[in-house]
């Protein structure tokens, strides 16, 4: 269970980080997306470019899969 939770933190950190880098870099968050399909419904695809697609669907879970990776470490590094 402490494994667990070790690693929801570190998830949970990264994921803060990479929101506000993405944000200070002027890149589509996973908020601004849901806001225009709520806003635009399937319209909202055309709104975002090349580039905030490919950090959404690619360079998001990637950073979150390195979260995971810095909390298994940290669990395994404690005990």
Do not use: C
Not at 24 to 49: C, P, Q, R, T, V
């Amino acid at each position: 269970m402490l494994r667990i939770y070790i690693i929801g933190i570190s998830i949970l950190i990264i994921a803060i980080l990479a929101n506000g880098m993405a944000y200070k870099i002027g890149m589509a968050s996973w908020y601004d997306f849901l806001k225009l399909i709520n806003e635009h419904g399937w319209k909202a695809f055309s709104h975002l470019n090349v580039l905030d697609y490919l950090w959404l669907f690619i360079g998001y879970p990637l950073t979150l899969g390195f979260g995971y990776y810095i909390g298994e470490k940290a669990f395994q590094l404690m005990f």
